[in-house]
């Protein structure tokens, strides 16, 4: 599985050179060069490493971490910064970061802090309560399974938002309709790869606003499904 990246950065030569270095190394990374465009997708992704810049413009990277830890969210964080006094790194440490980095730095370093900081987190990781998607203009509440939007609001299923979360949480990728199994039905009676179909089907019914041309959940030849905001 290839483990999720977001860099804050407003640096693009920095922002770059670590996003081609991460990817090189088997992660998938998407950037931002703002706390604000960081927020306006952080509660439709989960991440499972935020590599954030402590000076950026507007929120600043001190202040978007105080808002994700008050919000219950304990994805690690790894700060950038060009301040290394001691009273910059207890700052950020009190803040809620996992670790912290100086610039210049060493990119291999860095992938090396990243993967202890993500091989560390496993297992301990935990879904906000409350945690709302967004889909082609319905709002969905995965604790309540209820998916509003301007037309009707809709009560899903238990399986259906086991379904939708695990398709959300691995956007952009390929999954096996063995895999989804595995991970939604676990060992209930006798789900079939065709159980994936039908409920997937449901899904283009009631988000997309073409059935036929899907843009969200679209069907890989041979393998699965993937999903795509």
């Known amino acids: 599985m290839k483990y999720k990246v977001a860099i804050v950065e407003d ?3 920095i922002r770059d050179m670590v996003k081609i270095h991460l990817e090189k190394n088997g992660f998938k990374v998407q950037c931002f060069s703002s706390s604000e465009s960081f927020m306006d997708v952080f509660h ?3 991440y ?3 590599i954030l810049d402590l000076i950026l413009p ?3 990277g001190e202040q978007l971490l105080d808002k994700l830890r008050k919000s219950g969210d304990d994805t690690p964080v790894l700060l950038l910064t060009v301040k290394g006094d001691f009273p910059s790194r207890i700052s950020a440490f009190n803040a809620g970061a996992d670790d912290y980095m100086t610039k210049p730095f060493n990119l291999d370093e860095l992938l090396a802090r990243s993967k202890a900081l993500i091989r560390r987190s496993q297992g301990r990781r935990r879904i906000p ?3 709302i ?3 082609n203009g319905f709002k969905i509440d995965t604790t309540t399974r209820v998916c509003e939007s301007n037309m009707r609001d809709v009560v899903l299923s238990e399986k259906e938002a086991r379904l939708l979360i695990y398709l959300t949480q691995h956007s952009h990728e390929s999954l096996p309709r063995a895999d989804i199994l595995e991970e939604v039905w676990g ?3 006798a789900p079939t790869p065709r ?3 039908n409920f997937i089907l449901k899904f283009r019914k009631l988000f997309e606003d073409n059935p036929e041309q899907p843009k969200h959940f679209l069907s890989v030849r041979g393998k699965g499904y993937r999903f795509e905001y």
Request: aromatic content about 0%; hydrophobic content about 50%; charged content about 30%.
């Open 11 to 13: 640096d693009e030569l």
């Open 44 to 46: 439709d992704v989960i």
């Open 48 to 50: 499972d490493l935020i």
């Open 58 to 60: 507007g929120l600043s």
């Open 129 to 131: 309560s409350s945690r």
């Open 133 to 135: 998607l967004v889909i």
């Open 187 to 189: 060992m209930d009676v």
């Open 195 to 197: 159980t994936v179909d």
